[in-house]
Every structure is written in C-alpha cells, then in structure tokens.
C-alpha cells in the first residue's frame, strides 16, 4: 500500500497540501475549498454503503476483474452444464406426470390402490397419447416452419430452448439432485416467507417433522433487523431454543451474533413463547457509543447505571445498590472500562463514599483518586495489606450500620436496609459505599502470613474472606462491592464468594469452564458462553443481572456492548464528581486530603465473620472431606448442587485420584453413577452426591450437630 492509500485508511496522518500562496486572495479560498471538497468525497467513497467494496480499494478490484475473466472463460462450459441439469429436470418432472405419481401417492396413502389401479392406469395411458401429440405437432410445426423460413428458425428455438433449460438447471442449495459444493453462499429469506422459519426450527431439531409453529406477531422491522414471536408447540420450551441458539442460527443462514432469541416473561407470555430478532449485519460491527454520563451533570445511584446497548440498540442499564458485582474477561477485552462505567454512575452522586483499590497499578484508575475517600494503586504485599485494613474497617461499619438501624423507627428505616433518606442524611453518616477492587486476583493469591486472633492464615485467605462476608450482609447496608478480574477460575476466585455476587459480567474468556466461573454453573448448558464471543467485538459480555434489567424485563442473561469511555471521558466525570463532592461537601479522605488510618477492631470483625483455621477447628472433619466441603460451600447446603462429579473434585484440590477415592470411602462417601450435561452432551460419570457429603459430614461431627448449622457458620 502506497503513502496515499495508508493516509485514506486512516493508519497514517494525512499530511497537509499546502496552498497556493501566489496570486490574489481569492485564489487561495478557491484551492482550500477545492482540496476540503476532494476530501470530503474520497471520506463519502470509502465510508459509503452504496459503493460496491470492489471499488473502493485497488486489490479487490483487480481480484474482481480477474474473476471476471475467469468467469468469461468458463461461461461456455458453465451454460452446458446448467442445460445438461434442466434436461434432467425436465425429464425427471415428465416422468413424474406420465406415471401419475401424485395421484399414485395420494391413494397409496388412503390405502385405495387397489380401488384407484383402473383410474391410475386410464390416465397414464391418457398422458402418454398426450405426450405422443405434443411432439407430434411440435416436429411438424418444426419442419413447416423451417420450409417456409430457413433453418435460422431452428436455431432460433433451439437456442430460447437452451436459455429454458439453463435456467431450469441453475445451481440452488437444497434442491434434490442438485447439491452444489460451490453454489454461492445460503441468504436469511425467513423474513419473506414464515414456512421458511418453520424449516428452519425443524432443521435445528427445535421442533418435530408434524409440528409447526404459531405467530404470535409477524414479522416486523425493528431498528436494523426483523423481529418476530412464535409460540412453541405443547410441551416444547423456550429454554431449549436459546440453548440451540447457534444450530437455529446455521439453519437461518446468519452468525449467531446476528441472531437474539427471548423467553417472553410476564402476563403477556409462557415458557413456550419466544421472541426472535435477526441482525441485517453484525450488531456489533460498529464504532461504540460514548457512555450517557457525559451528558448529565450529576446522577442518583440509585438509579441504575446506563451500562451498554443490546443487539438491538436498546439500553442496558445496571442496578447497583442492594447488589454487587462480577466483572471477568481475558486481558485487553474491556474489564475495566466495564467497572469503571458502573464507578461513574456513583462518582457523579455526590452522596457516594468510594473506595477504590487498583492492582493493576496503571493509570486506568488514576483520575478516580480525586474524589476516592480510600485510593490506592499497586500489587506489591503492603498494598495487599493496606486493603485488609480497608474492608476490616467497612466490615466494622456494617456492623454498626445494623445496630443503629435497630434504633430508628419504622418512618424512617421500614426494614433492615438503608433507604435512599438514609444515604443522603448527615446526621445518620450511612451514605452509599461503593468499593471498586481491579485486578482481585493479585490480592485473593497474596500468601503474606497473618495472624487474627491467635489464628495463622494467609492475606489471600483473609481478604476471600472479608470480601465475602461483605458481599453476603453490606448491600443491605449500602455496600457496593464491584470485583473485577483477568483470571476467572476456580482457584482464583473461591466458590463462597462467587456464590454470593449478585451481578455477573463475562466478557470474552478461553473456554466454557472460565465463563461458568462468572456467570455461574451451567450457564454454558442454558445458551450463554462468554466463550463464543469474538476477539474482534471489545466491550461485548454477557451481562447476568441482579433483578430486571431496562432492555429486556426479566432476563437470565444477555448480551450487551458496553459504552465506551476513554480516559478523557473518565477524568471529566472525576472533574465533575469532585466538584459535586465540593459543592454538597462531602469530600473525605484522600480525595480531601485527609492520610488518616482507618479505625480497625481486628478482634470483633474475627468474631463477625470468622477464619479459615477457625471453621476448620468447628468443623472437626478429616481430610480429604473437610477440603470439600470448604470448597463446595454454599453449592453443599440443601437447594444447592445435587451432584459433584470425581473428576471435578480431583482437579479442584489436586489430589491423587485413587487416594482421594480410598480416603472418601474411609470416611464413608461412596462414589456412584449420574449423567451431567457438558458441551459435548450428556454423560454418565463418577461422582459423590451432596446429600451423601452432607450426611457424612453430620456423622463426623463432633457432638451431633445438626448439618445445616455447620454449612451456614461455614458459608
């Protein structure tokens, strides 16, 4: 590519022509004009829909013209072979009609052949005279008119006959005999004609051979696609539709990026309605829309947060209070343009304290410094430290936060939770607190030696634990807990903590198992795997919200393109939170100024929540059942997961297969047989059922105690 090309491409900056200084005034104005209206056309050239792309770039055009000529040279034998096909056709389609075959079909099926055998053979014998005068008369109008007019007649017939037969014969997908290996590409014609999206469902083994399907409404244009509702037929559920999305997808002849399918909630829908809305291109092809936020001078968090657009360009806006959230994805796919879209919502409140711990020790999160009561950045151990000493005092505050409610009346605190009244009054000091950790993994793995009363357990340990316990009681109390992550496993993130995060976002991760880790177990079986997302689409997740979101009512799940808000855009949001902070005063901690220390009590948050050597103490159960039942946590309480298979236990705690096996059967957990779904269909595997853990764990303890106790002092 020349200098030109990579200036109009915009990879190099379009060096300016100088003018032409020489002569009057207005000939400069006429120059400058002229080049600014060559620009603006070459602008319209490359960015038109309506130029072909053949011509907008010097490669595809020659290509072109180069598949021209080739499609010239073949263009002989491509004619003979469609006319060789239409004669097939044709010959097939005469044998068909002379034979009766419809009419055979028909009494074959009514089981009348017998009866019908005298008509069938009457009309075969009738067709065949039929036949026998066509081209009787056809030879003889042939050999007239070529007496009277020449044999150009002929040729003349021959050739409109060729030009039938050709078109009969061209090549199409799915007709019989005609099967094509480079037959142009299948296009989306559903739109046009609903027997199209019935094929469609059965071709995907959505629905049987003999069922169909019921419009609910037909299909309409809704922004840049076609939507569409239909109802199942009985017994068929909307739940197997969206976990086929992609087979449903090929069988519509669109990427499944293209394709949205809705369960429709509420009065005004059942588990076997469904709402279909297909893309006319890729959604999420386009340039992302700045975040809203720019545009407002200051926002109520409780309001929720505008977040991103759907597929469909309608706005996903993000509830925060009462709730937390998980953000997970791979580096460099928008995790922290994703948390910092939920932080700007609560920045331009004024009436929001914000806690901001930035691991990844950039310049991400820099900005949010001026308005931050706590700011911190770095990944070395005391800033691992420093963080312990951040949630043992939020911990503290929740805890006093319960008892002052436990004061105030039924006018003012209805229930045991903070009101938006609440937040925002001074006297009462419980304003909304929203802690943003980035890059949780470095200090949920920090291995730094502590001690909490008297017990020894690592940073990493502790601070699982305190995010936790945070995560399970501070939302109520107007804690806001954002987790953001590069490393969504198992090991990283613990069960207990994840099994009580409210929201989940999962960009694009490596495979099913890491996008199940953010969005929960089986998500991948219900239709939602953050690993199907393209590494070209930035910003685009999979949103599992806490309660009902704006796009689309009650939703599992969804799959949303967040706003996009460079650093520019983020620190003018900072700008004018902090002047906000200013104006209502309530600018604290290190965004004032103020370097104090948080005020901590080590020893009534140990009795609040509890450690890692302590529930192993209350436990009292030998290894290897204790390390499960810390792993499983919540999963283990009745409700939760019915099944664990060995595989999985192995690979979480790494042991040694037939060690484990023996050391289980000692303590008395008996593996035994049940199918599980994975990606590649349903298995039958090995395995230990919760109830079995649950009944060993109630045999094992100390004293009797009741099972439900111990998970619920666990979890």
Not at 231 to 243: Q, S
Not at 305 to 328: C, E, I, K, M, N
Not at 634 to 647: C, K, W
Request: with cysteine; hydrophobic share 45%.
């Amino acid at each position: 590519m020349n200098w030109s090309e990579e200036a109009v491409n915009g990879s190099l900056p379009v060096p300016a022509t100088p003018a032409r200084l020489v002569g009057a005034e207005g000939e400069y104005t006429e120059s400058r004009s002229r080049a600014s209206w060559s620009r603006r056309t070459a602008s319209w050239w490359l960015h038109s829909r309506r130029v072909p792309a053949v011509l907008k770039s010097r490669r595809l055009a020659v290509q072109a013209l180069k598949d021209l000529l080739v499609a010239c040279a073949l263009s002989p034998f491509r004619f003979l072979g469609a006319v060789v096909r239409g004669l097939v056709v044709a010959g097939r389609w005469w044998r068909s009609w002379v034979r009766v075959a419809d009419y055979r079909a028909a009494a074959e099926q009514a089981e009348k052949l017998a009866d019908k055998f005298g008509d069938i053979r009457a009309l075969a014998l009738f067709r065949w005279k039929v036949t026998g005068a066509v081209v009787a008369v056809i030879i003889t109008a042939g050999a007239v008119l070529d007496l009277l007019y020449g044999h150009w007649v002929l040729w003349i017939g021959g050739s409109v006959l060729a030009v039938g037969l050709a078109v009969l014969g061209r090549r199409k997908d799915g007709s019989p005999g005609r099967t094509a290996v480079l037959s142009g590409p299948r296009t989306l014609t559903w739109t046009m004609d609903p027997q199209v999206l019935v094929d469609a469902f059965r071709d995907a083994k959505l629905i049987g051979k003999d069922e169909t399907l019921r419009l609910v409404e037909r299909a309409t244009r809704q922004g840049d696609g076609w939507a569409v509702t239909v109802d199942l037929p009985a017994t068929r559920k909307a739940a197997d539709v969206i976990k086929n999305r992609e087979a449903l997808a090929s069988a519509l002849a669109v990427d499944e990026v293209q394709l949205t399918v809705e369960r429709v909630r509420g009065n005004g829908g059942h588990a076997g309605r469904v709402a279909l809305w297909v893309a006319d291109h890729d959604p999420y092809g386009t340039p992302p829309q700045r975040t809203p936020l720019l545009g407002v001078e200051r926002w109520d968090a409780w309001r929720p947060v505008p977040f991103g657009r759907d597929a469909r360009q309608r706005r996903v806006d993000l509830p925060l209070v009462w709730t937390s959230l998980l953000v997970g994805a791979i580096p460099r796919q928008g995790k922290t343009f994703a948390a910092r879209l939920a932080a700007a919502g609560v920045i331009l409140d004024p009436f929001v304290r914000l806690y901001v711990a930035d691991f990844k020790s950039g310049k991400d999160w820099y900005a949010a410094g001026q308005v931050a009561h706590r700011f911190m950045s770095g990944d070395e151990p005391e800033h691992v430290l420093v963080l312990v000493d951040w949630l043992v005092e939020l911990v503290a505050e929740v805890q006093g936060r319960y008892r002052r409610m436990q004061d105030l009346d039924d006018t003012v605190c209805p229930e045991s939770k903070i009101t938006p009244a609440m937040s925002r009054d001074p006297h009462l000091n419980m304003p909304v607190t929203a802690i943003f950790v980035d890059e949780v993994q470095v200090p949920l793995e920090d291995r730094t030696p502590l001690e909490v009363q008297g017990k020894r357990l690592t940073a990493g340990e502790y601070v699982g634990e305190l995010l936790t316990w945070l995560a399970r009681k501070g939302p109520a109390a107007g804690i806001v807990l954002v987790l953001a992550t590069q490393r969504p496993d198992s090991k990283t993130i613990p069960s207990s903590l994840r099994a009580v995060m409210g929201s989940r976002f999962a960009l694009r991760v490596m495979d099913w198992r890491d996008s199940n880790i953010v969005l929960g177990e089986q998500m991948n079986t219900r239709g939602y795997d953050s690993s199907r997302l393209l590494a070209s689409h930035k910003g685009v997740g999979i949103l599992r919200p806490d309660g009902q979101i704006s796009a689309g009512g009650e939703l599992l799940a969804i799959t949303v393109r967040t706003y996009y808000m460079p650093n520019e855009d983020w620190r003018v949001i900072c700008e004018r939170g902090r002047a906000l902070r200013e104006a209502e005063r309530t600018l604290s901690g290190h965004a004032a100024g103020q370097h104090s220390s948080p005020v901590l009590d080590y020893a009534a948050v140990a009795r609040a929540i509890g450690t890692v050597a302590e529930r192993a103490d209350r436990v009292g159960l030998p290894e290897p059942l204790a390390s499960v039942v810390e792993w499983l946590g919540v999963d283990l309480q009745p409700g939760g997961r019915e099944f664990v298979p060995t595989a999985e236990l192995v690979a979480e705690l790494e042991v040694d297969p037939k060690a484990f096996g023996l050391q289980m059967g000692e303590v008395g957990c008996k593996p035994t047989r049940n199918r599980v779904v994975t990606p590649d269909g349903v298995r039958q595997v090995r395995g230990y059922l919760t109830a079995d853990l649950r009944a060993a764990v109630v045999r094992l303890r100390e004293g009797g105690a009741v099972d439900g106790e111990v998970i619920e002092d666990d979890r």
